[in-house]
């Protein structure tokens, strides 16, 4: 499916993809989820679009149908794979070699959709029968792991699991505190509870208790407008994750975790507005309802 102009109106679009070269892997799309990036690319609110635009960034799975020679010690054909946001880099800078930080290539990572790649052609995503990638790009889903649920992980799944392992929340019986339950927090929900974590998730919609708590097995629940309630928590937890993309309170969020805890953001709110008096003295300056 493409998208011809910034309506992000999608209709059926026919191109073709580059042979399956040494390095490559084809596969079979199955699944591909839809990622608010999708949205963004198609109206082109992000000014960069080269239509006609093929989304589906970074959230692909399905079947190897075909891999180049210097591949089949890794990949074979009917193997379960996914594609995440980038296709492509340069594989011989620091990031690239040293520090498995292809995103941060020097010459810059190709992404998975709307990005040029190395022969000049526009990268074109998941809405899609196949997809052509070097097999560096690709990994492996574990046989039996319902491809229709990988999809999400390849976003927003490692959107939040990588914070989360980087900065040591593998630590059960340790607490975390989850901002937002959307497509980010619900999984960050999900690994905290695997990881034995105990787990509160604050939101500013009372219609996500249910959700929170029976659904996804959080500890805790805190509607997070409640003044009284949220000072009530005051250095009790050792992690937050901010997965909302609205503008949260920093100061009084800092204020509740334990000395030395650690806030991932992982959203995107306007701005982010803390007094160092509440990292350095644990004051927080204004909190008035
Ligand atoms: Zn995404
Ligand atoms: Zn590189």
Not at 104 to 131: N, R
Request: hydrophobic share 35%; charged share 20%.
């Amino acid at each position: 499916m493409g998208c011809r102009d910034p309506s992000g109106l999608l209709s059926p679009y026919n191109f073709s993809r580059r042979v399956v070269g040494s390095d490559d892997v084809s596969l079979d799309i199955a699944y591909c989820g839809i990622c608010y990036a999708d949205v963004i690319w198609t109206r082109n609110e992000g000014g960069t679009s080269k239509y006609p635009l093929v989304p589906g960034r970074h959230e692909i799975v399905g079947i190897v149908k075909e891999v180049g020679s210097n591949v089949v010690e890794r990949f074979k054909v009917g193997d379960p794979v996914g594609v995440g946001a980038y296709v492509n880099s340069c594989r011989e800078c620091k990031y690239c070699n040293d520090e498995d930080l292809e995103v941060e290539c020097s010459k810059g990572a190709v992404p998975t959709f709307d990005g040029i790649d190395a022969d000049g052609t526009v990268t074109k995503g998941g809405y899609s029968t196949y997809i052509v990638v070097h097999q560096r790009y690709c990994y492996k889903i574990p046989e039996n792991y319902p491809l229709a649920s990988a999809a999400p992980l390849l976003c927003a799944g490692i959107t939040v699991y990588t914070p989360m392992m980087r900065q040591n929340m593998n630590q059960p019986g340790k607490c975390l505190g989850v901002i937002g339950l959307g497509g980010l927090g619900h999984l960050a929900v999900k690994f905290g509870k695997a990881l034995g974590l105990k787990v509160t998730v604050f939101s500013t919609s009372i219609s996500k208790k249910e959700e929170a708590l029976n659904l996804l097995g959080a500890d805790n629940f805190v509607i997070s407008s409640g003044q009284q309630q949220m000072m009530a928590l005051s250095k009790s937890f050792d992690f937050l994750i901010n997965t909302a993309s609205g503008d949260i309170p920093f100061d009084l969020y800092l204020s509740l975790l334990k000395t030395a805890g650690v806030l991932a953001l992982v959203g995107f709110p306007k701005e982010v507005k803390f007094s160092p008096a509440s990292l350095s003295f644990g004051i927080i300056i204004s909190t008035k309802s």
